[in-house]
């Protein structure tokens, strides 16, 4: 039983869990694109982390260059990644495609407000020759931050209730900071959403039981 709610209901940064399943899954097209474009490869990951890229099995690999950005910086262990400091919504420190790739999963949902949303969409298209941005759907059945079925839609109060005196949301108590700040930054799109955020872009779903679970928008030539 223990083991089944690990991989059910554990975070996508645990190998064995069903939501690394789905990442790896979706990183098999990413990773085929990457065959197509000619080496040296220069990729911006917005909002990522090194295990990210050690997970996809991209770290040392030759003629692919990874720069991380976050609001800090840290240490990383691989040749081929570095870690700066940033802001999602502001890469003027960086010039028109000056990165092959800008790629970013499943943060564009953690800015507050759709302002701050088109702001990141903007700068992703601007500094990257190509894109790739992963974001959960807001209309699926689960809400994949808490793993409660449609949570996204109750009252905030409700919301901060739940996850802060029960331990419905992933088998736990949270706290009541981490609990408001969740709650205040997430916003969660639809498919409307991201078209209006990314006109020119391609998008795709990942399905999940016939619903779909997150988007994907691209603007790699398939």
Do not use: C
């Amino acid at each position: 039983m223990e083991n089944f709610i690990a991989w059910a209901f554990g975070t996508s940064s645990n190998t064995n869990s069903l939501g690394n399943q789905f990442r790896q899954k979706r990183m098999i097209f990413f990773k085929n694109q990457l065959d197509r474009i000619p080496k040296p490869i220069k990729i911006l990951d917005i909002g990522g982390y090194e295990e990210f890229w050690i997970n996809a099995g991209l770290t040392d690999r030759s003629g692919i260059h990874i720069t991380i950005l976050n609001l800090e910086s840290s240490k990383t262990k691989h040749k081929n990644l570095i870690s700066v400091k940033g802001n999602a919504t502001n890469l003027s420190a960086y010039s028109d495609n000056s990165f092959d790739i800008a790629f970013s999963n499943s943060v564009i949902e953690h800015l507050y407000n759709s302002d701050q949303q088109l702001k990141m969409a903007y700068e992703i298209m601007r500094v990257g020759k190509y894109h790739y941005v992963q974001t959960p759907n807001k209309y699926f059945i689960i809400e994949p931050h808490y793993l409660l079925p449609y949570f996204q839609f109750i009252p905030k109060s409700i919301r901060f209730y739940i996850l802060t005196k029960t331990k419905f949301s992933r088998f736990k108590k949270w706290s009541s900071n981490e609990a408001q700040q969740y709650l205040d930054e997430i916003l969660l799109l639809s498919e409307k959403d991201m078209k209006e955020l990314f006109p020119s872009s391609k998008l795709t779903k990942e399905k999940f039981m016939g619903m779909t679970k997150s988007f994907v928008v691209h603007n790699f030539e398939i």
